[in-house]
């Protein structure tokens, strides 16, 4: 019994983990996943979003807002 009662905790607290790092757009545009930045959020009007991928080998930095090839 303690250890159904341990998965079910387990599972839980992954399910509250993985919803405090859902996305949710502020305004239309463009956003960087700080923890990705070959991904990035394209916010609409509405505040839904798509996930959207740079092409191989670029990444999307904060200041310029598209993808480019990085300079290193």
């Not at 009007?45 to 310029?64: E, F, G, H, I, Q």
């Amino acid at each position: 019994m303690k250890f159904v009662l341990a998965i079910c905790l387990l599972a839980l607290f992954s399910v509250a983990t993985v919803a405090q790092a859902v996305f949710q757009c502020q305004a239309e545009g463009l956003y960087q996943d700080s923890a990705e930045p070959t991904t990035y959020y394209q916010c609409a009007a509405d505040l839904t979003y798509r996930v959207l991928s740079c092409p191989v080998d670029a990444v999307m930095p904060k200041d310029l807002m598209l993808c480019a090839e990085p300079f290193w």
